[in-house]
């Protein structure tokens, strides 16, 4: 016989019962407004009116290479002349995959009947069909504009007539920086891993060997290769997060205080799926001011429950001086400053010290937002949906990518490393709200609206950064 629904004790309900699993066995679905991709979805509409990259280049060097893009199969190619094509996969003859096509000094030839399309689906030959068959002025294959930059090939899938500049952020304008891509695959959805980043709470905890078995079996935080540097595992450092742009972007701010170190951390997040992140290897052994990204990417679908990473890899003196950076490691399934990040390492070693690929894809294949339970240390990720869904639900389209003229638009980039000397003031509670201003003010200078993108600004608010640590010093008699 069926037990009733509400049998919890007094005082109790069902999602505070001791030992009531039986009560929260349900799993409601996910939350497709800002998970789905597919044509026609929001999300995946507004995904389409930003260039997206879909391959690494290296990937197109020898042969077609069959993707997937927000639930379209597609393939890219490099043809003879070295141009870069994007294109539904299936031929528009009789559907064989253009994957077997052969690339052409211009375009590509299907294997099956010799169809041979242009990079933009023109039909250049039919070679079955009379000369004077209709076909070829009736039909485009199915293809999108598609350009190379610093090792990955980037595709617009949106209305032809709304195509976007490519977006350049100042932030890859540093004094001889080398770029280089890399990706890597998991098998969840794409909003889980763009999280990942806004929730700060992971890197003093999951990062700083806390997570893993290294502390248990007694070995040091930074022990383990899914930990970072040990300047990351200061004790809980002050967390802010803020909207920016107009609601088009947002900024992380982790401000950390190490012994007399103030070390001021922003991540720069932009919609759709773009975000930047700030050095990896900081030992906060000297002053900086506004340094800049160790890396930057995108995250994109392949369809609602696999998406990659597809990254640029900066190298440069400004956010590695030591040179701890390995470009040998990069490439497809890449990465040099984190073990973890791809699915590749044996399950023993995966199980023992988990990286981020691993809990990333263990909160289900699409995350379940109705089971979450968000608290104080995930303003970050609230935030980053509430930018999403306010920029999807906004019929005026008022932060999505504007109609170009086929060049670059440029922005200001605000991911930065500041490490201040400001020694720590006696009271740890008074301490801690003087990080929270440094943090504040670091961010101000960062963003203020009125620089214009490029190295001037840089200069600019590097030069108001060792002012305001002057003025706090002085204001704090050290
Ligand atoms: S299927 Fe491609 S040419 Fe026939
Ligand atoms: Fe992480």
Redesign the pocket.
Known sequence: MARKKDSVAPGQNALNTPYGGYFQREVPGPDPELTSTDPGTPMGEFMRRYWQPVCLSEKIDELPQPIRIMGEDLVAFRDLGGRVGVMHRH??????S?EFGLPQEKGIR??????WYDIDGTILE?PEEPDDSPIKDKLCHGAYPAIERHGLVFAYMGPPDLKPDFHVYDSIDVPDNKIYAFSNWLPCNWLQVHENVADQAHISVFHNGVGSRALMEGAGADSTETSLPKAFSAESPVVENRVTDNGRTMVIITTRRVGDRVWVRNNHFMVPNYLEIAGVFEDLESQKYFAGASHVRWNVPHDDDSCSVFAWRYFNKESDPKGKGDSSKLGVEGGDFLEGLTGARPREERHRYPGDWDVLVGQRAIAVHAKENLAASDQGVAMWRKICRDALRDETQHHWAKPGNGGEAHFRGYVNDTVFFIPPLVDPAEDRDLLRDVGRRVTDIITDESLSPGRERKDEVRKRLQAFENEVCEAHGS
């Open positions: 031929c528009s003859h009789r559907g064989a253009l299907c294997c099956y009947h010799g169809w039919m």
